[in-house]
């Protein structure tokens, strides 16, 4: 009934304190306890690409090494108390305007070390489990169903071990029907 309220992802990384971040994620990770709750959908790991973007205040920085090694660690805090954590939005969400309706086209290299890296950090150093997906799509195919980037790297390249889930509702560019 008396929610805590915690500084947002942006104010946690101009710390730059990794002890910080972890003791945060603790507290989240210890709310959750106490209240019965076992999921979070956080941490956010995209990026501050613009300053209009609708999820800046759940967004770290526009850094994706500072922005893996801050949301690494506050994941692992909270899941030291048992919280399943859903670091969001895998990946490329860039936009809240039509944020269900558009295509992203980039280089692989670009793709790797600025919107990927922060997810990897976060596994490596957190062991982040989870992930939940976004609804734009990379290229031709719907981010969520893309084979290449679900299994092979998510899982296969990064070790992610636990779930991937949608973010809430089916819009109109999630094929579901190929990977």
């Known amino acids: 009934h008396n929610p805590t309220g915690y500084p947002c992802e942006g104010i946690i990384a101009a710390s730059f304190n990794t002890e910080v971040a972890y003791a945060v994620g603790q507290a989240i990770g210890e709310d959750g306890l106490w209240t019965g709750a076992v999921g979070l959908y956080g941490f956010g790991l995209g990026l501050h690409r613009n300053p ?27 899941q030291s108390k048992g ?35 922060p997810f990897e950090l976060a596994i490596e150093i957190g062991d982040a489990m989870n992930v939940m997906t976004s609804f734009n799509n990379i290229g031709s195919y719907w981010s969520g169903n893309d084979y290449n980037l679900m299994t092979k790297c998510l899982r296969g390249e990064f070790g992610m071990r636990g779930f991937a889930v949608t973010d809430w509702w089916q819009s109109g560019g999630m094929n579901l029907r190929y990977g």
Request: charged share 20%.
């Open 83 to 117: 919280m399943y954590v859903y670091n969001k939005h895998f990946v490329l969400n860039d936009q809240e305007t039509n944020r269900t309706s558009y295509n992203t086209w980039l280089t692989e290299q670009t793709f790797r070390e600025i919107y990927l890296r």
């Open 52 to 78: 209009y973007h609708g999820r800046a205040g759940e967004y770290y920085s526009d850094d994706p090494v500072l922005t893996g090694i801050m949301g690494g660690y506050e994941t692992l805090g909270a």
